[in-house]
């Protein structure tokens, strides 16, 4: 079956997440680079706040990457509809993410009516060594 196609283009894409979160948060969304039919692909610039001990990128500054991208790539597919929300998230982190780019490709593997099934792949320097693998399922609005 072919991939479902957006309906929004990546600059509305943006603006709508820029507008969906408080301004503080805006840095911490990362940006929406590239819109396919299916998937979606964002870069994260962590900053020194991002970092937990051992100067790597926190789980949670990963998990909100996840989620951002997840969210973007529902409302890509279904339109600007701000009530779809996180139903479940599940992340394995892999590896240790330094203080670089990170990079997240979310791919919807179904889009149903009321569900929204994303896997997210977060990497760094080579999109073959993950530094995280998540599933997020989306309620989606009636």
Known sequence: MAAPVPVMEMDALQQLLLGAFPVEVHGRLGRVVDLVPGRLR?????????????????????????DVAA????LAHIGPQPMAVTSSLTINFLRGATLAPVFAEAVLLKLGRRLATIDVRLWQHNADTLVAQATAIYALPA
């Open 42 to 66: 964002m870069r994260l610039d962590p900053g020194p706040e991002s970092l937990r001990p051992g100067n790597l990128v926190s789980g949670p500054t990963q998990m909100g990457l996840v």
């Open 71 to 74: 969210y973007a790539v529902v």
